[in-house]
């Protein structure tokens, strides 16, 4: 299995880029990791 790992500056179009491969070759994105886990709640 192949990992293709897209680094970059904010907004430069990372996600955008990824999506499209993932289209054009019925493959899968793995999101980042902010948006696999919730960040804790604090409780105050």
Do not use: D, Q
Request: charge should be neutral; charged fraction near 20%.
């Amino acid at each position: 299995m192949s990992l293709i790992c897209l680094e970059g500056a904010s907004a430069v179009g990372k996600t955008t880029t990824a999506n499209e491969i993932a289209r054009i070759t019925n493959t899968y994105v793995i999101p980042e990791v902010n948006l696999l886990f919730e960040r804790p709640k604090v409780h105050i």
